[in-house]
């Protein structure tokens, strides 16, 4: 009998969660540590945030599935990881802090011999001075509860612009080296929408602000896309979309400091300037978690398990952007010290950024960190769940699945208006996700499948996959046919 624990239930770890129990026969335990009483589909929490959605439409409870399915589930989180034993436990074990109920702030060792940790990314919004959701005229759409935020705030701010108030809106990317800029773009799309909906458009200036050197870079150096035949550099596709809406925009900005309805921030060119608001939605940096792991014993041996994020099958040696290669991705997201814990989805540290870094004439680093979105952080959970699932039934150490950032597609469809017939999305699909220039010379990307589109069929498809989605998470009937 083998027990595989998995920290984190959001999109990878329920994922990992989820074929691990289908697939495993019963005489095997698997076992989810999470803080979180809800599942949230994240992409949806952007309609939240306009108030066309509510957050029980895009959550719902984990504990009645976890119990149906035959899942432990404790509400807890890790704290350090243990991947040795100590004294007392002669096998792996994190140790982990009751976050409800009588236990609230009472340890817990919970051993395995697997560990997946699939704990995301810490929303560190103390990286960026006064930058906190709902301080300072600063909101987040990172979790369903900031969305609601956002939204009551947003609300409030139509109100005013109806009795005649001009405002300024500001949305973007909260810190020099922040990523998830596509959902910033999504909700600054869906917020000028909604402007037009309530018939106040005109009453706001609404301004982009981000890190990246040029519009349409997302964290993944731009794309060129195939659009109705042409071949379209994403800077020109966001740009035209933003004229066409109206939207100004600042970028090459690394903000570092908010002050009520001020955004500090440093240019490339070594510029510092401020950028007023009413009402910002700053994407906050992400980092790892802090964790800290010990030997048998006691002595720290984070830097084994750690870089920031975890340690996985990367190539981690620093080198020059022009010698980057695909390779340098993992495979596996399997630690090289500790075999048996792997660390799909935002939880792994990657090699390098995949934009240019650049730095400014100070020297501060202005760039997007690498963006690893739902679709990357579901197929890699399924994969390391796969090979856990073949180590157990066949007692080998082989890993057959594989799948790198590097020859794997995505797709990012940001609606950018809510409504059967009135909505509309911006499609990008890449593939692979880092640029191959060697494999595909013209632009680093293989262009059957990296295809542009604007229009209604986009919003479409995103308003299916909420659902979809949801059906998946939930463990419906067949739910493992829908994919990743
Ligand atoms: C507003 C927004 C919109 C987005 N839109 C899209 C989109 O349209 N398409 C797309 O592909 N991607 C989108 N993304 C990105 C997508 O949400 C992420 O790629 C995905 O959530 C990453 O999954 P994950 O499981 O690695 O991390 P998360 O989903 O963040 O899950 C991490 C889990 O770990 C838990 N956890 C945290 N700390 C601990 C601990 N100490 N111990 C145990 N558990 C812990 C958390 O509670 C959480 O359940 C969006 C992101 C945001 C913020």
């Known amino acids: 009998m083998a027990k595989v624990v998995v920290l984190g239930a959001g999109i990878s770890g329920h994922t990992a969660i989820s074929y691990l129990r289908k697939d495993l026969s019963k005489e095997h335990e698997v076992v989810i540590v999470s803080p979180n009483s809800n599942y949230q589909w994240v992409p949806s929490n952007i309609w939240i945030g306009i108030g066309r959605m509510k957050p029980n439409q895009t959550t719902f409870p984990l504990a009645p599935l976890y119990k149906k399915k035959?899942?432990?589930?404790?509400?807890?989180?890790?704290?350090?990881?243990?991947?040795?034993g100590d004294s007392e436990i002669n096998k792996g074990y994190i140790?982990?802090?009751?976050?409800?109920?009588?236990?609230?702030?009472?340890?817990?060792?919970?051993?395995?011999d697997f560990l997946i940790n699939a704990t995301g990314p810490k929303l560190n919004f103390e990286a960026t001075e006064g930058l906190r959701p709902g301080k300072n005229k600063t909101?987040?759409?990172?979790?369903?509860?900031?969305?609601?935020?956002?939204?009551?705030?947003?609300?409030?701010?139509?109100?005013?612009?109806?009795?005649?108030?001009?405002?300024?809106?500001?949305?973007?990317?909260?810190?020099?080296?922040?990523?998830?800029?596509?959902?910033?773009?999504?909700?600054?799309?869906?917020?000028?929408?909604?402007?037009?909906?309530?018939?106040?458009?005109?009453?706001?200036?609404?301004?982009w602000i981000s890190n990246e050197y040029e519009l349409g870079d997302f964290g993944i150096d731009g794309v060129t896309v195939k659009m109705n035949g042409d071949l379209v550099p994403s800077k020109d596709l966001i740009e035209m979309v933003f004229e066409d809406r109206g939207i100004k925009s600042i970028t090459?900005?690394?903000?570092?400091?908010?002050?009520?309805?001020n955004a500090f921030y440093e240019t490339l060119n070594g510029e510092y300037k401020t950028e007023s608001f009413d009402f910002g939605m700053l994407i906050p940096s992400f980092s790892g978690h802090g964790f800290k792991a010990f030997d048998k014993n006691g002595g720290d041996i984070t830097e084994k398990l750690f870089k920031g994020f975890m340690i996985v099958d990367a190539d981690y040696t620093p080198r020059p952007y022009k010698e980057w290669t695909v390779q340098d991705w993992p495979e596996t997201y399997q630690n090289p010290s500790y075999p048996n814990i792997f660390a799909p989805g935002i939880?792994?540290?990657?090699?390098?950024?995949?934009?240019?870094?650049?730095?400014?004439?100070?020297?501060?680093?202005?760039?997007?960190?690498?963006p690893r979105t739902g679709m990357p952080s579901g197929i890699t959970a399924k994969l390391v769940a796969d090979n856990i699932i073949e180590m157990i039934n066949n007692g080998n150490n082989k890993l057959h699945h594989l799948g790198s950032m590097g020859n794997m597609g995505a797709a990012c469809i940001a609606s950018t208006g809510?409504?059967?017939?009135?909505?509309?999305?911006?499609?990008?699909?890449?593939?692979?996700?880092?640029?191959?220039?060697?494999?595909?010379?013209?632009?680093?990307?293989?262009?059957?499948?990296?295809?542009?589109?604007?229009?209604?069929?986009?919003?479409?498809?995103?308003?299916?996959?909420?659902?979809?989605?949801?059906y998946k998470a939930k463990m419906k009937p067949f739910w493992w046919l829908i994919p990743e």
Request: aromatic letters at 10%; one cysteine or more; hydrophobic letters at 35%.
């Open 252 to 261: 090459k900005a690394g903000v570092y400091k908010i002050e009520d309805g």
């Open 418 to 470: 809510y409504g059967f017939l009135k909505g509309r999305g911006v499609t990008i699909t890449t593939n692979p996700i880092v640029p191959d220039y060697k494999k595909y010379p013209e632009t680093g990307r293989l262009l059957s499948k990296t295809i542009g589109d604007l229009g209604l069929a986009g919003h479409w498809v995103k308003l299916t996959l909420h659902y979809a989605f949801l």
């Open 70 to 84: 035959g899942i432990k589930y404790i509400q807890a989180k890790a704290v350090s990881f243990h991947p040795e």
């Open 139 to 207: 909101l987040s759409v990172c979790t369903y509860d900031h969305a609601m935020h956002a939204w009551n705030d947003f609300d409030a701010l139509i109100q005013r612009m109806k009795k005649g108030e001009s405002v300024k809106i500001l949305i973007g990317t909260g810190h020099a080296k922040a990523t998830c800029q596509g959902a910033a773009f999504e909700y600054i799309m869906n917020v000028e929408q909604e402007l037009n909906r309530h018939k106040v458009r005109d009453k706001a200036t609404v301004t």
């Open 347 to 370: 939880a792994f540290a990657p090699p390098h950024t995949i934009s240019k870094p650049r730095t400014s004439k100070n020297g501060t680093a202005i760039f997007p960190a690498p």
């Open 95 to 112: 140790l982990a802090e009751y976050v409800i109920g009588d236990k609230k702030g009472q340890t817990i060792k919970v051993d395995y």
